[in-house]
């Protein structure tokens, strides 16, 4: 029998409760209209036979395919010729058949969107930042009439500024393709705050950025409010709607946590496969927020994150069935390109859930272990029904936000030592 067995085999697992947290849930009930309204404040700005490139890419944008559907329409109503331009750095393999799919597998296609696909990796170079950074457009971008962007607007999970993740971002890396991302990324994260704005602000001076397309998401990942910006008021805009976005942005509501356990990461879900801002560890020292954490443990992976096991480095334990499933190729090359590798480190590697829970909660620095504080979540969107063992309960019963749905129960393992 495995040493790392014998070490954790006689460690207790705590009863656990299944609570519910209370989020503001206010999301928009009609999004065409709304969208439709705002695209009316834009659309002069699309003249007949203009060829319109609409940047589109990000992961997880709620109703991703309505607003492009709806922007798509609205451009080809004013005479003008819309195609879609993968805009996602480096994602999909940073190969145009790779990108491609990885808009298939958000819904978007030529078929759902009503607009051709146009995908590259290659970039044209348009300058380069006072520090020297170049700045990349994507080809086919760079020769359209005009550049529309859709994003959602919210907290970055490695730095922290006035602008994070949105439609400045979606310009500055996912437009510039696999270069544009590292170059933005070249000078480390401690830089991104200034570099991402700054960046954006070149593509938009020196090419036909008409408006961008934003949303801001409720806790559960409806969209809440959306807006058609003109560029020379992107900016500003996105200033403000990144704080309406940290307002609405869910968490975990205990501040001091022994034991995290999360069920699965992934791309689909993060970009560094589980959010930051849900689980206080971040993989630079640049951003902050979120619980105390003291041991963190991650099961598998998501079906659609294909083997990119980007994240895991943040956990401290994790199974060996995750392990098995990691493409290295995958969840190295976006430690390649952001230049932060420590989030694809494989962490310490259990032979399965049981001993991975085992050992967090031996290490987790209490002298009791049946009165650990332990959390388990299936991942960083999921957060309206979680679990919470006993420690926790008086905690939580307090709390006006937080419902107790069950009595304490034991966890169930399978022969194998999977969490049922």
């Given at each position: 029998?495995?040493?790392?067995?014998?070490?954790?085999?006689?460690?207790?697992?705590?009863?656990?409760?299944?609570?519910?947290?209370?989020?503001?849930?206010d999301?928009?009930?009609n999004?065409?209209?709304?969208?439709?309204?705002?695209?009316?404040?834009?659309?002069?700005?699309?003249?007949?036979?203009?060829e319109?490139?609409?940047?589109?890419?990000?992961?997880?944008?709620?109703?991703?395919?309505t607003?492009?559907r709806?922007?798509?329409?609205?451009?080809?109503?004013?005479?003008?010729?819309?195609?879609?331009?993968?805009?996602?750095?480096?994602?999909?393999?940073?190969?145009?058949?790779?990108?491609?799919?990885?808009l298939?597998?958000?819904?978007?296609?030529?078929?759902?969107?009503?607009?051709?696909?146009?995908?590259?990796?290659?970039?044209?170079?348009i300058?380069?930042?006072?520090?020297?950074?170049?700045?990349?457009?994507?080809?086919?971008?760079?020769?359209?009439?005009?550049?529309?962007?859709?994003?959602?607007?919210?907290?970055?999970?490695?730095?922290?500024?006035?602008?994070?993740s949105?439609?400045?971002?979606?310009?500055?890396?996912?437009?510039?393709?696999?270069?544009?991302?590292?170059?933005?990324?070249?000078?480390?994260?401690?830089?991104?705050?200034?570099?991402?704005?700054a960046?954006?602000?070149?593509?938009?001076?020196?090419?036909?950025?008409l408006?961008?397309?934003?949303?801001?998401?409720?806790?559960?990942?409806?969209?809440?409010?959306?807006?058609?910006?003109?560029?020379?008021?992107?900016?500003?805009?996105?200033?403000?709607?990144?704080?309406e976005?940290?307002?609405?942005?869910?968490?975990?509501?205990?501040?001091?946590?022994?034991?995290?356990?999360?069920?699965?990461?992934?791309?689909n879900?993060?970009?560094?496969?589980?959010?930051?801002?849900?689980?206080?560890?971040?993989?630079?020292?640049?951003?902050?927020?979120?619980?105390?954490?003291?041991?963190?443990?991650?099961?598998?992976?998501?079906?659609?994150?294909?083997?990119?096991?980007?994240g895991?480095?943040?956990?401290?334990?994790?199974?060996?069935?995750?392990?098995?499933k990691?493409?290295?190729?995958?969840?190295?090359?976006?430690?390649?390109?952001s230049?932060?590798?420590?989030?694809?480190?494989?962490?310490?590697?259990?032979?399965?859930?049981?001993?991975?829970?085992?050992?967090?909660?031996?290490?987790?620095?209490?002298?009791?272990?049946?009165?650990?504080?332990?959390?388990?979540?299936?991942?960083?969107?999921?957060?309206?029904?979680?679990e919470?063992?006993?420690?926790?309960?008086?905690?939580?019963?307090?709390?006006?936000?937080?419902?107790?749905?069950?009595?304490?129960?034991?966890?169930?393992?399978?022969?194998?030592?999977?969490?049922?």
């Amino acid at each position: 029998m495995s040493i790392l067995h014998e070490l954790v085999k006689h460690i207790p697992i705590p009863r656990m409760v299944r609570i519910q947290q209370s989020f503001p849930a206010d999301c928009l009930t009609n999004l065409d209209e709304a969208l439709q309204t705002e695209l009316a404040k834009v659309e002069s700005m699309i003249q007949p036979g203009m060829e319109i490139a609409i940047a589109v890419g990000s992961r997880g944008v709620d109703q991703i395919v309505t607003l492009t559907r709806l922007t798509v329409e609205m451009i080809k109503r004013r005479g003008g010729k819309p195609f879609i331009v993968p805009s996602m750095g480096s994602h999909g393999g940073a190969t145009a058949e790779g990108q491609i799919a990885v808009l298939r597998h958000l819904g978007v296609t030529e078929e759902s969107v009503g607009a051709e696909i146009r995908s590259t990796m290659e970039v044209d170079q348009i300058g380069s930042l006072p520090n020297g950074l170049p700045v990349y457009i994507d080809k086919y971008a760079a020769k359209a009439d005009g550049i529309v962007v859709i994003n959602r607007i919210k907290p970055h999970t490695a730095f922290r500024g006035p602008v994070e993740s949105g439609l400045l971002k979606m310009i500055s890396i996912g437009l510039g393709k696999q270069k544009g991302a590292e170059a933005c990324h070249q000078l480390g994260f401690g830089h991104m705050a200034e570099n991402v704005p700054a960046m954006a602000r070149m593509m938009m001076e020196k090419l036909p950025i008409l408006f961008g397309v934003g949303t801001v998401e409720n806790a559960f990942d409806k969209v809440a409010k959306v807006v058609a910006v003109p560029a020379a008021e992107m900016e500003a805009v996105e200033v403000e709607l990144l704080k309406e976005a940290k307002n609405l942005l869910p968490k975990i509501m205990f501040d001091q946590i022994d034991v995290l356990v999360i069920d699965e990461i992934g791309k689909n879900i993060s970009g560094d496969g589980m959010d930051p801002n849900i689980t206080g560890r971040y993989p630079t020292p640049f951003a902050h927020g979120g619980p105390q954490v003291n041991k963190m443990v991650v099961l598998d992976l998501t079906e659609e994150t294909e083997g990119n096991a980007n994240g895991i480095g943040t956990a401290d334990f994790t199974t060996q069935r995750l392990v098995d499933k990691m493409d290295l190729e995958k969840t190295y090359a976006n430690g390649l390109t952001s230049t932060v590798v420590a989030p694809t480190k494989i962490a310490t590697t259990l032979a399965d859930d049981r001993d991975a829970i085992r050992a967090a909660i031996k290490t987790c620095n209490i002298l009791d272990f049946h009165q650990v504080k332990l959390v388990r979540i299936k991942n960083t969107l999921q957060l309206g029904e979680i679990e919470i063992s006993e420690a926790l309960l008086e905690q939580a019963k307090a709390n006006p936000a937080i419902r107790v749905l069950s009595e304490p129960y034991e966890w169930e393992f399978a022969e194998t030592g999977k969490l049922l």
